[in-house]
């Protein structure tokens, strides 16, 4: 039996274990900035990762459009039958939003807290060790980008930007542990019931809503949206469904868990939502980013 | 020409495991299943085991680096453990034949060491609540399952290649 550790290697060890706590420490201190070297690393790295992305997302598209030619048929069934109140529906929206105008018109408000510009992103890498829910998408402070701004698919959101880089950004999944992670959301119905969404639970795999005043009535399958009030997310972009309604540890307010409108595995392309109205640092960002002052566009 | 295709592999495979992460959580029967691509480790395995290990701890080291700078946003863990793991394989393969597919089992085994410490270091800093038998069924079980396909898939070329390096390297290139 060989000598397991030489004294010269069982030094390098040590050496070695200290500066790792050290580096560790010293890393988990700021991890919401990336400084200078971390920023070039990162972006020399999601260059080369998105060449190696694309051309493999290109390949799962294919593979989903034969996946979805081959049931077409009962699709297109299915939605010949929905098209009919669709175009109903599209009338009544046309009007409405036409109504809107007018009486924004007529009360002389011209800034929404709905508008917003959206970025478009393709997301080149998932966290591997899944420890983390995060994603890293190909678009970063030069395309306007930010700490804290809401970050959705089609179908809803999915999260927020935690880092950016110059080319690329870290998006925190909304299915994340962190309990930091909170979205001022509403409940919509006859009135717009305010709450906060606040953690994950991993077990149903749903999100939990806080902090709805007890006189709410929230009621199962109603819809819920982001709110505009945490101060970086624009507001109306939906979250998803109420599935259950409690009430608190405290019994003062309400609880309802909530069915994600989006799904969060096989990511591709993704919308960054920057806000139209003045930014301000309320519950969306943590109250930990700095206040962006008036730099309304 | 092969001496470039050595490293050039490993920066593959870095590219290549986020890109199968996108597809992990797997759902069957109403339960998730995480899968950790684990490629990379399992290369260098094989680049300890048939090249030298000294280059396989270097690569370790860079990639590993590079992971936690772009990935975990956490500097010093895997900067730390890929050259650990490239290490013990090479303590062991010392004892053992040779053979490839006691250099798979063993990549097996290293991926399982490599994921409980990466769980060691999670629990620690507080990343994950998750207790030690969830840990065991829906992430290290699925892990092992998927890497192994991935060994039997390429580990006979991954063999090939670093064998052949090493014949030329002896030759004096």
């Not at chain 1, 009544?92 to 959206?118: H, M, S, T, Y």
């Not at chain 2, 039997?152 to 052949?164: L, N």
Request: hydrophobic share 45%; proline share 3%.
């Amino acid at each position: 039996m060989p000598r397991f550790f030489s004294n010269k290697r069982l030094i390098i060890l040590l050496v070695g274990v200290i500066v790792l706590v050290a580096l560790i420490a010293f890393s988990l201190r700021d991890r919401n900035h990336a400084n200078v070297p971390e920023q070039a690393v990162k972006d020399v790295v999601g260059f080369g990762q998105s060449l190696v992305t694309k051309p493999a997302h290109f390949v799962t598209g294919l593979i989903e459009n034969i996946d979805t030619m081959l049931n077409t048929y009962e699709e297109n069934k299915r939605l010949k039958k929905r098209l009919e109140t669709y175009a109903a529906m599209q009338a009544e929206l046309v009007d409405v939003k036409a109504n809107n105008v007018k009486l924004r018109g007529i009360i002389d408000k011209q800034e929404d807290l709905r508008a917003f510009e959206p970025i478009q992103a393709t997301v080149i890498s998932r966290n591997p060790d899944q420890w983390e829910e995060k994603i890293i998408i190909d678009k970063g402070t030069t395309a306007g980008v930010d700490v804290n701004m809401a970050v959705m698919t089609a179908q809803g959101l999915i999260g927020k930007v935690i880092l950016s880089t110059p080319f690329t950004s870290t998006v925190e999944l909304i299915s994340t542990e962190n309990s930091d992670f909170r979205v001022a959301a509403m409940v919509v119905g006859e009135e717009e019931m305010f709450g906060l969404i606040e953690g994950y639970d991993r077990t149903s795999r749903q999100l939990i809503m806080k902090r709805l005043d007890s006189s709410f009535n929230v009621k199962k399958g109603m819809q819920v949206i982001s709110s505009g009030l945490g101060g970086i997310f624009p507001k109306g972009i939906l979250i998803g469904e109420v599935t259950e309604v409690s009430t608190d540890d405290y019994g003062l307010t309400k609880l309802a868990y909530i069915k994600p409108a989006a799904t969060f595995s096989k990511l591709d392309h993704v919308m960054i939502a920057k806000r139209s109205m003045t930014v301000v640092d309320g519950t969306d960002g943590g109250n930990s980013a700095t206040t962006k002052g008036d730099d309304e566009s | 020409m092969i001496r470039f295709i050595i490293p050039l592999i490993a920066i593959l495979l870095f590219f290549l495991e986020p890109i199968f992460s996108l597809f992990s959580p797997i759902e069957i029967n109403g339960n998730l299943y995480v899968t950790v691509p684990r490629f990379l480790i399992v290369y260098l395995i094989f680049i300890a085991t048939y090249y030298t290990s000294k280059r396989a701890i270097i690569y370790g080291f860079v990639l590993g680096l590079l992971y936690d700078m772009y990935h975990i946003d956490i500097i010093g863990l895997y900067t730390f453990m890929y050259p650990l793991i490239c290490y013990v394989a090479a303590l062991v393969i010392r004892q053992i034949e040779r053979h490839t597919v006691t250099v798979m089992v063993l990549s097996v085994v290293m991926i399982v060491l490599l994921e409980l410490l990466s769980y060691f270091f999670a629990s620690v800093i507080a990343l994950t609540s998750i207790d030690f038998g969830e840990f065991f069924t829906s992430r290290l079980v699925p892990t092992m399952i998927a890497n192994s396909l991935f060994i039997v898939m390429f580990g006979y070329m991954f063999k090939q290649i670093t064998e052949k390096r090493f014949f030329q390297k002896q030759a004096g290139f």
